[in-house]
């Protein structure tokens, strides 16, 4: 059995692990860091800890370091460009080289969207698909291709930036300078902002702490006016990622989607809008027998993620 | 040397050739055909013409045939499914597998717009590239992808319906069924209409046959107010390209583009204003470096592309 070790780095926290090559989970940590913190001081705990892990279960080999963080990582170089703001300290560094010239064991690195499409690739439910596209939908939404069977990264790695593609050219602005990105109408922010919107104009008063989640619960089971505009708001959601998928068949004929990200676990709510409204941005022959559906990995998809995308790369 | 018979099935007319995997152009017709024959009308005479050339030139021997058509042809079982509207008589026919078993070569079948692509690939502009998108614009807008140096086709072979990509969800109504697709603002009817609706509005009275092409020349030449019009027109039809070739670029990472088809001629013109709008509707990272070009092939790219389509089918 293969062994891979996964790193998750995120804003405020390194999620490390060990994942077997049948997608089982042996272990788990949580580093808590300062995202203000030095890059020292984010890498010599990670660091630390495959150290330990080596040593206390040196008959346990490992065969790969995969880690997934924000940010265009270039794949020729390994170096991290940019778009990584939540974790500025890992711009400009090639943080899989720097841990493979300390382990010896080969790493990879690459975006969390990257990471989370490996995950569903080789653990989820992406394995019957050889041609589908993640989406993770939360603060921002990115996702991945898989393309004949394989992650398809783009001439330089930078491939997947779906959260930036153009649904209307006269859109809201977005803070990447565009207008109209895919971001503005279904992350987990725009949803928030859609409903807190229609509450204002209804002059409804708000007095909770309004979430993505707390709209999505709102949904389900309030029967009364934040019931409908949680309803209304959904509908609307499903109605825009509609689009963004229409426009991915359209170029890529795709046999799946997948959803994953923050929002995905109240995320079966969205797929009745996305599936009624899909034909109307799809030219027909291309949107027949397409599968819409929620992440199959939950818990835990950002190690199993990063360790998925090592044994991809181990392995082409 | 290895010889490729190429064959171009449009609405009026086949144009049939040889082609050399140097890319050389040996031989060439055009037979005309009535767009509403009968399957077996159209058929024939492309048999016939096979059949000749192999009697005559027996020692020239032929590696593979490549059609191009209109439509969607399932990759699997080579069938044409819908799309041809302009060739009807194609539908529901393997036309490769019969010449195949007519002649004793391998023979394929692809989409024109794949063809011109696998044109540009092997023997155009595309041959320094890995990763690109073709745009054919035209009638309608088609064309299509490579990436990692080889064509993409999609899961059932339908990929790259890039004309029906939604730039606008509240634009025009596309015959497709759906609105605002790029065909309805950057293929040669949607030109000719934005350029004529200008000449309405302004009461200039239009006694010209007025084309894509008019328009083009008018825009060089013309210091006037048709010629202001014209660049005008231009203007407006590169933006649109623009932000298809960044909703492309941000899902594909792409290294370059290249614009063929009927208007490529007069597409020189486009380029300016394209490559000055590309940055309103791309990731930064994303839209470095891109380079935007006329394709290579003019005349006979139908051939050549279907030549090219069945070398490149041949090697896979």
Known sequence: MDNFIGVDIGGTSVKIGVVTSEGKLLKKDIIEINPKAEYEEIITPVKDWIQLFLKNEFKRSINAIGIGTPGFIDKRTGVLVSGS???PMLKKHATAKLLE??????AYQDNDG???TAGEL???KGQKYKDFVMITLGTGIGGGLVLNGKIYRGSKGFAAEIGHMCLDPNGSWCNCGSRGCFEQYASGPAIVKNYTNKLIKRGIEINENITAKYIFDNAYTNKKILGEIAREVIEETGLK????FGTLLNILNLEAFIIGGGISKSGELLLPSIKRHLFDFVW???GKDVAIMIAGLQNDAGIM??????????RV
Chains 1, 2 share one sequence.
Not at 101 to 106: E, S
């Open 284 to 286: 027909p022959e291309l």
């Open 101 to 106: 010239d300390f382990t010896g064991i080969p």
């Open 241 to 244: 990622i509609a689009q963004a």
């Open 305 to 314: 993620g990063a360790a998925a995308m090592a044994y991809e790369r181990l």
């Open 85 to 87: 703001e939540n974790v």
């Open 122 to 124: 080789m653990f989820g």
């Open 114 to 116: 990257t990471c989370a």
